[in-house]
């Protein structure tokens, strides 16, 4: 046989020897780093940064909140392109290789030892899962050996399709989008089952470097990418070559999109925001809680559409301000020039920012914002007398040129027929808020026209004098303390003196009197000087221990006769808690906002277990004149109520509760809220409420289902909304406009009367029982046992005597 060469022999030895000591180098850098490897188990239950998500109560999304944005996904929730696009684009062999690429690698030490220069070489999609969970960027020789031997690690004890999921979920893809749920929101606005296979392309090739190689930042780079990973997706085999050349001629369509709302309830997002954060700390906003609301996705964009236009109306009535800015618009110039003079006014409370172009006879071409030309012809315009003090304006205008002209900025209203109009950002403010009346869970909430032009909840914040909406509570007191709707009270003028206020001439709304009137008709007409008399006969301390009931805090309330004209500084919250007694037949129900708290796995945190209004319960009230601390914060409203069942505090009777609302019926009817009649339902209640100067105006009403309170006002305490402005006029259609649809359908169920109450026929004049054919006699509702004086014994015990 054949030897040999020495030579021959002397090249195996030294391969020999060189894989012999690579085997050994290998296995020392193993024992070298294992010790610092994590283990793999972390993963599988790994915590990703998720943002905080907030929802009505039927799952619509109201908002997210959290610098990064997040939506983890299944494997097989991806896409199979999603995925195709990914291996092709990061790692060809990722299906057969161990989790190391070695040709790669091999690649990577070759260029090192020819060049004595770093390359990326080698990484494949499990190392890069390796180094984004666990490792730094750094480029060391150490940091290397601990990806390739964690690699290995998690490819034995991880599946393929779990080791895609994860990488998949966790690389970031720029635009503070980590994941590719959130970069197909980021980039295009949808979900990942909506992209297409350009779309797909173009986010596979973001992770080389998603911050300067993104379609928004680099969109030119970001094609190039996006041309890569289509280019090797045909090679692969994974798409066509007709899918490849329609993909490649496909535009370029990204842009940037923030987590889209399906409702608008930005206000009371805000209060969940501040709820969890003072409860679950910073990782409120990383740990990737759901917070499951009380909002109804119907009720809640009927309340901000209400709101909006009511104050529209209110500022239209008020004058034209003028153009918020002006600007000069070159002959030659297009719409790219006239989208950068209006990118800098923001849309608010659902206006458009929009710059005028062509003024003519009687309407005006503008360009708006988002939308491009539109045309607002004189329908839309003639409203804008010149604005000269909050109670005057200037003559009626007779053509556009009275009014704008070319470059000015001004903001358009889109209607709801298609046409557009000429409009202005309210000086005023309003707020709405609906309760359910049996467990105090809050429907809708509106804190302002525009929360991005002003955070400030005025459903929840604004303390304001609620005027003669507060009449009602203690009317309340009055019939307990022995009043009847028909109880007579003298209506004329009155001087007081009293410590705290001096000398004290109160007077009507209207600076009339009418003489010796029935409680009845005093609340529906408002009042004030029977509302005086009738609160110094039941005594303000009596009273103020009385309102408690409703939950009003008696520390807060002023201790005077001023309390009778609604001096007391009160929330839109507060008051549609005390309405909610009216309306739940006696009880008080504490409004909340949370309906449930989920984990990021979907694990019940928190459940609401609210105190519920129950006609047929045993409920113990003692206590029931103590008040409890005003709902009026976030923490507050949210606060975790025990888990055990419970009824409400009954704070009323049924039947007190009954003749308060049949006597607010009334105001509707025929009273200050008449207006109302048109909305064609007989089971409506409520008061308007209008404070002095008409700084404030209320609208506080309820059917059977709902208790809504409306709020106008300036957010200057001082500053009038205008004379004639009272509740009536500038509060009572925004809660019209909201019942209105509310209500579309729901059957016109009566309020119930209660056992105890007695029907009489009286003397309207004089309140007093008479027989059933006198003639003018009307019919009144009473307290079983607490009937009035018969006629012929007036002169024992006359109403009017009393006052």
Not at 295 to 306: E, F, M, N, T, Y
Not at 390 to 413: C, E, W
Request: with cysteine; aromatic share 10%.
């Amino acid at each position: 046989m054949r030897r040999l060469p020495k030579a021959l022999y002397v090249v195996i030895a030294l391969v020999l020897g060189l894989f012999g000591l690579g085997f050994l180098g290998l296995v020392g850098a193993y024992l070298f780093v294992a010790p610092s490897l994590p283990s793999v188990a972390v993963l599988k239950d790994i915590r990703l940064q998720v943002p905080l998500r907030v929802y009505t109560r039927d799952g619509r999304l109201l908002a997210v909140f959290g610098e990064k944005r997040r939506i983890p996904l299944d494997y097989d929730q991806i896409p199979k392109p999603m995925v195709d696009a990914f291996v092709a684009a990061e790692d060809e062999h990722f299906w057969e290789h161990p989790g190391v690429d070695v040709q790669g690698i091999l690649r990577a030490a070759v260029h090192l030892a020819l060049t004595g220069e770093k390359t990326q070489g080698g990484g494949t999609i499990t190392m890069q899962l390796a180094r984004n969970f666990f490792l730094t960027r750094e480029k060391t020789y150490t940091r290397k050996l601990r990806e390739v031997f964690l690699a290995l690690k998690i490819e034995r004890e991880l599946s393929k399709q779990d080791i895609l999921a994860l990488y998949l979920n966790k690389i970031y893809l720029g635009n503070r989008a980590y994941g590719v749920g959130a970069a197909a929101e980021v980039y295009y606005g949808v979900d990942v089952d909506h992209l297409t296979l350009d779309q797909i392309a173009m986010i596979a090739g973001l992770p080389k470097a998603p911050s300067s190689d993104n379609p928004l930042v680099n969109p030119d780079r970001a094609m190039a990418r996006r041309g890569y990973v289509l280019g090797r997706m045909l090679t692969d085999g994974y798409i066509s070559k007709d899918q490849y050349q329609q993909a490649m001629a496909a535009p370029m369509t990204a842009s940037y999109h923030e987590p889209t709302a399906e409702v608008s309830a930005p206000y009371l997002a805000e209060m969940v925001r501040d709820y969890m954060v003072s409860t679950y700390g910073d990782d409120a906003y990383t740990a990737g809680y759901s917070v499951i609301t009380t909002i109804d996705s119907r009720l809640q964009p009927l309340a901000v559409k209400a709101v909006r236009a009511g104050l529209l109306d209110y500022d239209q009535r008020h004058g034209w301000r003028g153009a918020v800015a002006h600007v000069e618009v070159p002959l030659d110039s297009g719409q790219d020039d006239w989208q950068k003079l209006v990118a800098d006014y923001g849309h608010a409370g659902g206006l458009f920012p929009a710059l005028a172009l062509k003024v003519e006879n009687q309407d005006v071409q503008f360009y708006a914002d988002g939308v491009g030309l539109v045309t607002v012809n004189w329908a839309g315009l003639k409203w804008a007398q010149r604005y000269i003090t909050v109670n005057s304006v200037g003559a009626a205008p007779r053509t556009a040129g009275d009014i704008l002209k070319r470059g000015d900025i001004v903001y358009l209203q889109h209607n709801d027929d298609g046409s557009w109009a000429l409009s202005q950002i309210p000086v005023a403010q309003s707020a709405l808020v609906c309760v359910d009346p049996f467990d105090g869970a809050i429907a809708a909430l509106v804190g302002g026209f525009d929360f991005d032009a002003s955070k400030f909840n005025r459903a929840i914040q604004a303390h304001r004098q609620p005027g003669s909406s507060f009449k009602p509570f203690y009317y309340s007191a009055a019939l307990e303390n022995g009043f009847t709707p028909a109880s007579v009270v003298n209506d004329a003028p009155v001087v007081m003196k009293d410590p705290s206020l001096g000398v004290w001439r109160p007077g009507n709304y209207e600076g009339d009197f009418s003489g010796p009137t029935r409680l009845r008709l005093a609340l529906a007409h408002s009042l004030n000087l029977v509302s005086i008399r009738v609160l110094q006969s039941i005594g303000v301390d009596y009273a103020i221990n009385y309102l408690s009931r409703f939950g009003f805090d008696p520390g807060e309330l002023p201790h005077n006769l001023t309390l009778a004209l609604g001096s007391a500084s009160l929330s839109p919250l507060e008051m549609v808690r005390g309405y909610a007694v009216f309306a739940n037949h006696g009880f008080r129900v504490t409004p909340y906002f949370i309906q449930r708290v989920e984990d990021g796995s979907g694990k019940l945190l928190f459940e609401a277990n609210p105190d519920v209004a129950c006609d047929t319960c045993s409920v113990d009230t003692t206590g029931a004149t103590q008040a409890p601390a005003p709902a009026t914060t976030s923490a507050a409203l949210a606060a975790v109520p025990p888990q055990m069942p419970q009824f409400a505090p009954q704070v009323i009777t049924p039947q007190n509760a009954w003749l308060m609302t049949n006597m607010l019926q009334d105001v509707i009817k025929y009273g200050t809220g008449a207006r109302a009649q048109a909305l064609g339902r007989v089971n409506l209640a409520g008061k308007t409420g209008t404070t002095n100067d008409f700084t404030d105006a209320w609208f506080d009403g309820y059917n059977n289902d709902i208790v809504t309170v409306v709020w106008v006002g300036n957010d200057q305490p001082a500053q009038s909304l205008g004379d004639g402005e009272q509740g009536a006029r500038a509060a009572l259609p925004i809660w019209m406009d909201f019942m209105g649809p509310a209500l579309q359908g729901v059957p016109q169920a009566p309020f119930i009367e209660p056992p105890g109450i007695v029907q009489a026929r009286i003397d309207p004049r004089t309140g007093l029982l008479v027989s059933a054919n006198d003639p003018g006699s009307i019919f009144e509702y009473f307290l079983a046992g607490h009937l009035p004086a018969k006629a012929q014994d007036k002169k024992k015990q006359s109403s009017t005597d009393l006052f």
